[in-house]
């Protein structure tokens, strides 16, 4: 071995880098929470990108997520993907379009404005109409409103229809319109016998002060 003199030992051109090339050491970087996470690849939403994603796909939202109809059908196969909803409903276009009825739209507003509805269109579906008829009667409590609807709606059933029949009973209930309910519910029962349809006669024959017709209709109810 050759002695290195002062000369060869300060104008040496090997030189070793202070700071290594990225990747390449072996130390950890000293960061506070490990593993730096800005240096991998993330989705929209924040999660890591773990495999391969192909092209022309998109990224599935988050559950939390708010999303209506307008953000649902922007992505890359409009009207195909169904909009993702908190607890799991989907979003109807029937109950959407009498929200969108109750004007303002505000948050804590009416849900359905009945003096804006269209009683003949929504009779024309007898699911639609159903639901609409006991959301008047039970939750807006407007018999008036519903007494409008199940007219429509036994008109286009020619009359034969015992349900609807027994909505108008218990509108005319409500109303104060004893006897008409009296005719309604009786006219029911001929086309079906239900145990609804009784005990809302016994109600209507408790109103009118006759105890002992409420109790044969009880007793043949059973």
């Given at each position: 071995?050759?002695?290195?003199?002062?000369?060869?030992?300060?104008?040496?051109?090997?030189?070793?880098?202070?700071?290594?090339?990225?990747?390449?050491?072996?130390?950890?970087?000293?960061?506070?929470?490990?593993?730096?996470?800005?240096?991998?690849?993330?989705?929209?939403?924040?999660r890591p990108l773990t495999g391969?994603q192909r092209p022309g796909i998109?990224?599935?939202?988050?559950?939390?997520?708010?999303?209506?109809?307008?953000?649902?059908?922007?992505?890359?196969?409009?009207?195909?993907?169904?909009?993702?909803?908190?607890?799991?409903?989907?979003?109807?276009?029937?109950?959407?379009?009498?929200?969108?009825?109750?004007?303002?739209?505000?948050?804590?507003?009416?849900?359905?404005?009945?003096?804006?509805?269209?009683?003949?269109?929504?009779?024309?579906?007898?699911?639609?109409?159903?639901?609409?008829?006991?959301?008047?009667?039970?939750?807006?409590r407007n018999p008036r409103k519903?007494?409008?609807?199940?007219?429509?709606?036994?008109?286009?059933?020619?009359?034969?229809?015992?349900?609807?029949?027994?909505?108008?009973?218990?509108?005319?209930?409500?109303?104060?319109?004893?006897?008409?309910?009296?005719?309604?519910?009786?006219?029911?029962?001929?086309?079906?016998?239900?145990?609804?349809?009784?005990?809302?006669?016994?109600?209507?024959?408790?109103?009118?002060?006759?105890?002992?017709?409420?109790?044969?209709?009880?007793?043949?109810?059973?």
């Open positions: 071995m050759e002695e290195q003199g002062a000369a060869e030992l300060l104008m040496d051109d090997n030189a070793t880098a202070e700071a290594p090339r990225p990747g390449t050491s072996l130390n950890r970087p000293m960061t506070k929470g490990g593993h730096n996470q800005s240096m991998r690849p993330m989705t929209s939403t924040g391969f998109t990224v599935r939202p988050v559950s939390g997520q708010a999303m209506d109809l307008t953000t649902a059908m922007t992505g890359s196969r409009p009207a195909s993907s169904r909009p993702l909803t908190s607890m799991g409903r989907e979003v109807r276009l029937g109950t959407a379009s009498m929200a969108l009825s109750a004007g303002s739209g505000e948050a804590g507003g009416l849900f359905i404005d009945s003096s804006r509805l269209d009683l003949r269109r929504y009779a024309r579906r007898p699911s639609l109409a159903m639901a609409l008829a006991d959301y008047l009667v039970f939750v807006e519903a007494l409008d609807l199940a007219a429509e709606a036994t008109t286009l059933k020619e009359f034969k229809d015992w349900w609807w029949k027994a909505r108008l009973g218990k509108c005319y209930y409500k109303l104060g319109m004893l006897r008409e309910a009296e005719r309604q519910l009786k006219s029911s029962l001929m086309d079906q016998d239900m145990v609804v349809t009784y005990l809302d006669l016994v109600k209507v024959y408790t109103r009118l002060d006759l105890p002992n017709t409420a109790l044969d209709l009880l007793l043949k109810a059973r």
